[in-house]
């Protein structure tokens, strides 16, 4: 699984009727399809002698896929935590219009004597328009939450005849999941990476100024320490060693010692060349009542909701920190109106 981002819904299961070909459209050359080796040096004694048949496509190529993903038992997305899964609103809209599902890909898998095809891997962007792509401090603040709202307007802009306002000029990753069973040990291939390199293509060849992507840096949510842990002393991290790394976090864009982030996630992209942006502190927000925290999550808000741990403000409100499984941060509770808010910070980071 992957740092950004909502699983599918069940809008996919109506675009099956849409498919107007079965054959394999792979996005851009065969090149796109490389192994990336800043990720993976050389194959490993563990992994086949032979690389599995695996393709990169455009959703829009092959809609007839995507209605396998039409569950949440589906090895893509089964791995995001509940509370991420059933806020799925936005992430929609991706797969309902045409000029935004070719931005969407999927890795394929042919196996067995039949060659039967399988969705192995998932990746979802969106295009937004940026002002001022040579300032990364601009960069919105709410990271995910803002570069997806912004993509959808602007997407609803562009079907407006008279609209003559500003055109995408930045993609921004906003997902990419991988099916555990086919990660490289047993591929032979970083399918996270081709997924990856593909969206960077595409934006390349589409003319835009930037690639960018608001990480979720899934390490955080590892330990009650760390969950606790100020984001931006987090993710200065450095592997192997206690403290951070001496400037912070934008020291990792010119740090020439070979220090690694700690986060599995932020360490990948900068070892695919990706650079550390800036921080979004609120980068998804989701709101939601103890029922449904409670069914998200199966903690038990009213028990802990209660006594010492309740926090009171000066304008009377009073709130509880809860801690969830595969949250980064605890969920802000106020018992008086029944409201958990969960404010997950993202980590932008930037490819060109």
């Known amino acids: 699984m992957l740092s950004w981002c909502r699983p599918l819904s069940s809008t996919v299961s109506s675009l099956a009727t849409r498919t107007r070909s079965n054959s394999v459209c792979c996005f851009g050359p065969p090149s796109y399809r490389l192994l990336h080796h800043s990720t993976a040096s050389a194959l490993s004694s563990s992994a086949p002698e032979k690389p599995l048949p695996i393709t990169i496509v455009a959703c829009s190529s092959r809609i007839d896929l995507l209605t396998d993903l039409d569950t949440p038992e589906h090895p893509t997305t089964a791995g995001w ?34 060659a039967e095809e399988k969705v192995i891997g998932l990746a979802n962007s969106i295009p937004f328009y940026w002002s001022t792509p040579n300032d990364n401090n601009s960069l919105p603040d709410l990271g995910w939450d803002a570069v997806m709202r912004s993509g959808l307007q602007l997407d609803r802009s562009l079907k407006n005849a008279v609209y003559d306002g500003p055109k995408p000029n930045a993609l921004s990753a906003v997902a990419v999941s991988v099916d555990p069973a086919y990660r490289f040990k047993k591929t032979g291939r970083d399918i996270a990476a081709e997924l990856l390199n593909t969206m960077k293509t595409a934006a390349r060849d589409s003319g835009f100024s930037a690639f960018v992507l608001p990480v979720r840096p899934t390490g955080k949510a590892s330990s009650e320490e760390f969950i606790k842990m100020d984001f931006e002393e ?30 599995p996630w932020i360490r990948k992209h900068i070892m695919m060349g990706g650079k550390i942006a ?73 490819y060109f």
């Open 234 to 263: 987090y993710c200065a991290k450095v592997r192997g060693q206690d403290g951070v790394i001496s400037g912070g976090l934008l020291a990792f864009n010119s740090c020439d010692s070979g220090a690694e982030p700690w986060d």
């Open 81 to 114: 935590p509940r509370f991420l899964a059933e806020n799925t609103q936005e992430t929609e809209h991706l797969f309902e219009e045409d000029s935004l599902l070719k931005w969407q890909f999927m890795a394929i898998l042919r196996e067995g004597v039949n």
């Open 278 to 350: 800036r921080p979004a502190l609120q980068g998804t927000t989701i709101k939601g009542t103890k029922k449904e925290w409670e069914k998200w999550t199966g903690v038990d808000f009213g028990a802990i909701a209660t006594g010492e741990r309740l926090t009171k403000y000066g304008d009377g409100k009073v709130s509880v920190d809860i801690m969830i499984p595969g949250g980064l941060v605890p969920v802000k509770y106020f018992p008086a109106t029944d409201t958990g808010i969960y404010e997950e910070p993202n980590l932008w980071m930037r």
